[in-house]
């Protein structure tokens, strides 16, 4: 359930609704400063940016925790505020986003995209563990409340993770008495990006028969494989080169993404 979100640019009399959902382990927030600067650019559209369940502040969400159940919390706000025209998924969310039109079909926005988002089902290599798994299973060990926010950056830091991952990680913590602890519910986090990497959602991809379907891939990104490109260049779907970018691609290239997004979004 999504509990929490912020409604940024024009409240009254828009014409355009853009929806984006960020990645696992982030929240609403993550996204604000960009939409903000993009609602400069489109006086008559309005950015609804949302936490996700066991995110930020909408808080643990019942079983099960799936894209589909999240895509279903989609629905529901867009039964709330008014459905997406636009509808913008980074990481995690761009799965989401492509579940969404498979499960929500009876409001189909004109556009779908992908940020830098996994489109397929990814197998996990025990000798080679994705990073947000390595992440998950460091703050499980983590005892709480923590007594600053440096020391979260310190105790991560110290596991091997980089100094720009573990000071984002502290946007996850809130004031508790005695310190800080999560925001964020980590075993409904966990379920989430276990069934990401678990659905194979290609074929929303290859037919894009509901909606317009924009796969960003970041160039500097260890995401993709040649296979992975090969796959979306052959499909119905658009494929977009962001340069001068790793996965986070709104902190990496913000102007390119905007420039992409203003030039391709209608």
């Known amino acids: 359930m999504i509990r929490n979100w912020m409604i ?3 409240k009254e009399e828009y014409q355009q609704t853009v929806y984006i959902a960020h990645g696992i382990l982030g929240s609403a927030q993550n996204w604000r400063g960009f939409a903000s600067r993009w609602s400069k650019l489109r006086p008559l559209t309005r950015f609804v940016l949302m936490d996700l369940r066991n995110h930020g502040r909408s808080g643990p969400a019942d079983p099960p925790n799936t894209l589909e159940a999240a895509a279903q919390d989609l629905w529901s706000l867009g039964e709330e505020l008014g459905h997406p025209d636009v509808l913008i998924g980074h990481s ?3 799965k989401v986003v492509l579940k ?23 197998e996990i290599d025990p000798t080679d563990v994705p990073e947000v798994v390595q992440v998950i299973r460091k703050i499980r060990k983590i005892e709480r409340p923590l007594p600053s926010r440096q020391s979260l950056v310190t ?3 110290q596991a091997g993770f980089t100094e720009g991952l573990s000071r984002w990680m502290t946007t996850n913590l809130t004031a508790v008495d005695g310190g800080y602890d999560w925001r964020f519910h980590i075993d409904g986090i966990e379920s989430m990006i276990m069934d990401y990497f678990k659905q194979d959602l290609w074929h929303l991809v290859e ?7 924009y796969v960003l891939r970041a160039k500097n990104s260890d995401r993709w494989t040649e296979e992975m490109v090969s ?7 658009q494929l977009i080169i962001l340069p001068d970018s790793g996965h986070w691609v709104h902190v990496d290239n913000p102007e390119g993404l905007m420039t ?4 391709h979004v209608i």
């Open 8 to 10: 940024l640019g024009c």
């Open 92 to 94: 995690f969310g761009g």
């Open 100 to 122: 969404y039109l498979e499960s929500c079909p009876a409001h189909n926005p004109d556009q779908v995209w992908l940020l830098d988002s996994a489109v397929g089902s990814i």
């Open 155 to 157: 105790l991560l830091m």
């Open 207 to 213: 037919l894009a028969q509901f909606s317009d379907v």
């Open 231 to 237: 796959r979306v260049q052959d499909s119905l779907a």
């Open 260 to 263: 992409i997004l203003e030039t």
